[in-house]
């Protein structure tokens, strides 16, 4: 009952390392998302998440396909062009901490985004881990996702 009243409550527990661990609140975002925000937003049911979820990188919740809400701050909106090297670029400005890995923590190949424009309607996601499954991998995805700006109440670093 008490994990009712949480979600019902727009709380959530975060134990993936892309952002600190603990006790996290959705809050409604009441404009469309745009760089700069720490959002919590459902990953669309597409192979590539499957795959994340087969993985571990997320685990099962409530948004489409069973997967749980993903904790990422919004890069680059419509339109913004997305470069994808060694690190990430947007309009052709690096973007800090956004290294591409080849293979994640257990030696398994990760794809790379191909890069290009944001389209309409979708967003450009990252995490400054190292380690973060985000849109350096996964590319865009779309804004209808949004379920919410995503604010730590109480969190630790491991």
């Known amino acids: 009952m008490l994990a009712g009243v949480a979600w019902l409550g727009g709380l959530r527990v975060n134990l993936t390392r892309s952002y600190p661990l603990g006790l996290w609140r959705i809050e409604p975002l009441e404009r469309p998302a745009a760089a700069g925000d720490l959002v919590f937003i459902c990953p669309p049911d597409t192979p590539a998440f499957r795959m994340a979820r087969e993985r571990g990188y997320l685990g099962r919740g409530l948004c489409a396909g ?93």
């Open 66 to 158: 069973w997967f749980s809400p993903l904790i990422k701050t919004v890069v680059a909106t419509e339109g913004q062009a997305i470069a994808i090297g060694s690190n990430v670029s947007i309009d052709g400005r690096p973007l800090a901490h956004s290294d591409v890995q080849p293979r994640d923590a257990a030696g398994r190949a990760l794809t790379r985004f191909a890069g290009g424009p944001v389209p309409a309607g979708f967003l450009f996601l990252h995490s400054d881990f190292a380690g973060s499954y985000d849109s350096r991998y996964f590319g865009p995805i779309p804004t209808s996702g949004v379920v919410g700006r995503a604010r730590p109440l109480v969190t630790f670093e491991p």
